[in-house]
């Protein structure tokens, strides 16, 4: 049986120079910012195939510029102290106390007040692939994490005990131990799952009306068409003659399956096409002129679904608050 390595590299640095030449492995081009003189720091990264785990504990504030971004996301399962992020459009800021998930391919610094912190980065494919997975429908925008509120969920915490014992093992008998690839496999999942249930996202909505089994493959064809044709004039009789059933079977497949009618979760499919452009698109575009390119011409019914839908506004979107 094929085996896959999980191991760990650390440092004790007692200066910015010697931590930022042993973070610039892992990490090509990084920088370190101290405020307040040499820094002592602890960091230590256990890499667990397509995760890592970071660990970092400061005794001096701290800021860590990166030149690329990584395509993943940074899940705090701990945090002792102040963290902040910046990304291109903002400089620092602090996040709340609590289990913070971070898009990582948007972040261009993050801070660290004295303190220790725990983190695990997990590559956006295995993240969109969980997702997809889950909800039986292509991941076609970034998933959007609400910011934290109150204390770490339990499955959260749990998934980081997971990630802490994988790290034990690997430091165990004096050196990285190797381990079946669908064991490293099931605590990724494990770990991806904790934070998609318990960390409320753009596609909640769709963990919490998906129904336990798969759905059969008239409501699957019947996805696969709305997602292909989001923005053309769809109609129920459309959808269940791709489907390949009659508007009936369609209807309770979607209702039963889905948590949604057929013509819900095509709206729901074009809200979400609308915010993922507001975040990406220029000056010159309007609001309106976007709503309209994704079938939207009643502007303030639309107004109130997107608000309900994401819990702002179009504008709050677009200038990323």
């Given amino acids: 049986m094929a085996q896959t390595r999980i191991g760990t590299d650390a440092i004790v640095a007692s200066s910015v120079a010697q931590a930022q030449d ?28 397509g995760m890592a785990v970071h660990t970092l504990a400061t005794d001096t504030p701290l800021c860590l510029r990166l030149p690329c ?16 992020l910046a990304t ?6 602090p996040l709340p106390a609590g289990t913070a998930v971070a898009d990582a391919r948007r972040v261009t610094a993050w801070g660290f007040g004295p303190g ?17 997975q889950s909800i039986e429908r292509p991941v076609m ?27 034990r093992y690997s ?22 799952f904790a934070m998609l249930k318990e960390i409320p996202h753009n596609y909640s909505v769709y963990l919490a009306r998906r129904h336990a089994g798969p759905s059969p ?4 064809r019947a996805i696969e068409y709305i997602h292909a044709n989001a923005r053309a004039a769809l109609g129920l009789a459309d959808i269940a003659l791709a489907a390949r059933v009659s508007i009936r079977t369609l209807q309770a497949g979607f209702a039963r399956f889905k948590g949604f009618t057929p013509m819900g979760y095509v709206k729901r499919v074009r809200l979400e096409g609308v915010h993922a452009d507001l975040r990406t698109a220029g000056a010159e575009q309007s609001i309106a002129d ?32």
């Fill in 22 to 49: 042993w973070l610039g492995r892992h990490y090509p081009g990084i920088t370190i910012e101290a405020d307040g003189g040499e820094p002592r720091l602890e960091i230590q990264i256990d890499y667990l195939d």
């Fill in 69 to 84: 971004q990584h395509d993943g996301y940074l899940l705090y399962t701990q945090a002792d102290g102040q963290l902040s």
């Fill in 88 to 93: 291109e459009q903002d400089g620092l800021r």
């Fill in 116 to 132: 220790r912190y725990e983190a695990i980065l997990i590559d956006a494919a295995s993240v969109h692939g969980r997702l997809s």
């Fill in 141 to 167: 925008h970034r998933v959007k994490f609400a910011p934290p509120e109150g204390s770490v969920p339990s499955g959260v915490r749990f998934a980081g005990e997971l990630v802490r014992a994988a790290g």
């Fill in 171 to 192: 430091k165990a008998d004096g050196g990285p131990q190797a381990i079946a690839p669908d064991i490293v496999q099931s605590l990724q999942d494990a770990v991806i």
């Fill in 217 to 220: 493959r008239h409501v699957r």
């Fill in 290 to 321: 976007i709503a309209r390119r994704w079938g939207f011409s009643h502007l303030g019914q639309f107004a109130r679904d997107y608000r309900m839908a994401f819990g702002e506004t179009p504008s709050q979107t677009r200038r990323g608050d």
